[in-house]
């Protein structure tokens, strides 16, 4: 049952197994994809993951561009992607754009005197570093979501098979959702409604933009995992119902930030946890509650097929992705779907991301 096709979130597939966004870092000194980014995607598709989720695509050029981040914030970003998108159809694969306002600087940014942008202005502690932020005008905001829809109609010309909104792991649309960084007094600040209301405005804007039966799915934490102020699992639930008012056609459920409680964030070492499927019952209480509205799925700390089918056999859920453990063994589908029973090999150590070129530690100790 799990290797057979399947139709998730409008977009038919070969197995509910997602390759969730990772960052690779291959873009070239334009932010177009380079040959090593294409070669990644074809590897994943066939490999025999279901679909693929690009890594965050940045949309808007008010703020600074990640290191070797692909863009998709102008015109000209369209030829570069459409050939690569191309490629990965021509080797059977499906993929999905995933359009990101950062409103943070995780990774390195490009750039002098580039501002971070921030609903509120809040800083945001990054290990050691202090990043300080620009309180958004809304004239900005109002710009932002027009350059939102327009980086989803670029995907659409690309060939792109839907797109996905990022809005989990204190990015903007994150950070418009939690109090925390949410100190607004107007109408994108206070109620859970207001806070809301950057998400769902993008939402609305995407799906004009590209019209009514494009897939348009968003990633969105269950919960903040802080000790105050932090998004709750009931107001994430409420989101949910308002993304499928607005005709979403997927949600990827994930959770945390960079200031989520210790060992609580987005990326989690299942060894020092001991806490595998770390979202999934928050996943599971939304799909019941989202049933026969929109498609929900999962993504962290699955490891083993058995798990896999288990959540997909006893629950709601119509998909679960795999980030790290598709790195280390792109071709992990088709094992599974081969026979074997052994899990993934990924230990979870979070050694794969850097600046540069993405991946699994191991690999690279090989290369090296």
Not at 33 to 45: D, F, G, I, S
Not at 244 to 261: H, M, P, R, Y
């Amino acid at each position: 049952m799990l290797f057979e096709s399947c139709h998730i979130g409008g977009i038919d597939a070969v197995c509910p197994i997602i390759r969730s966004a990772t960052f690779e870092g291959m873009a070239d000194e334009h932010g177009h994809p380079t040959e090593r980014l294409v070669q990644t995607y074809k590897t994943l598709a066939h490999g025999g993951v279901g679909i693929m989720i690009s890594g965050m695509m940045a949309a808007s050029s008010m703020e600074p561009y990640q290191h070797r981040q692909i863009r998709i914030d102008t015109d000209d970003c369209i030829t570069p992607l459409a050939d690569m998108v191309q490629q990965v159809h021509d080797s059977q694969g499906k993929i999905i754009a995933q359009i990101v306002v950062m409103g943070s600087a995780i990774l390195l940014p490009e750039g002098e005197n580039r501002t971070i942008i921030s609903p509120s202005g809040v800083p945001e502690k990054h290990g050691r570093t202090v990043q300080e932020s620009q309180l958004l005008t809304t004239a900005q905001i109002h710009a932002l979501v027009s350059s939102v829809a327009t980086a989803a109609q670029r995907a659409k010309k690309a060939g792109y098979d839907g797109v996905q909104f990022h809005s989990a792991h204190g990015y903007l649309a994150s950070k418009f959702l939690t109090p925390y960084f949410n100190h607004r007094q107007d109408q994108y600040g206070g109620t859970l409604e207001n806070r809301a209301r950057f998400l769902l405005e993008c939402i609305t804007a995407i799906r004009t933009a590209v019209g009514p039966d494009y897939p348009v799915w968003v990633k969105l934490n269950c919960a903040d995992f802080m000790k105050e102020d932090g998004l709750t699992f009931e107001e994430s639930q409420q989101v949910m119902l308002w993304l499928a008012d607005k005709k979403v056609t997927a949600i990827e459920i994930s959770g945390g930030n960079t200031v989520s409680l210790p060992r609580q964030g987005p990326i989690r070492a299942i060894r020092r946890t001991k806490e595998p499927m770390y979202f999934a019952q928050y996943a599971a209480k939304a799909a019941a509650l989202l049933k026969n509205k929109t498609t929900v799925g999962v993504v962290g700390g699955f490891r083993t097929v058995q798990d896999i089918e288990q959540t997909l056999n006893t629950t709601n859920l119509s998909f679960i992705s795999m980030c790290r453990p598709l790195l280390r063994q792109p071709d992990l589908p088709n094992l599974w779907k081969q026979g074997s029973t052994e899990p993934a090999t990924c230990i979870s150590c979070s050694r794969c991301f850097g600046a540069d070129d993405v991946d699994c530690i191991f690999h690279k100790t090989k290369e090296s």
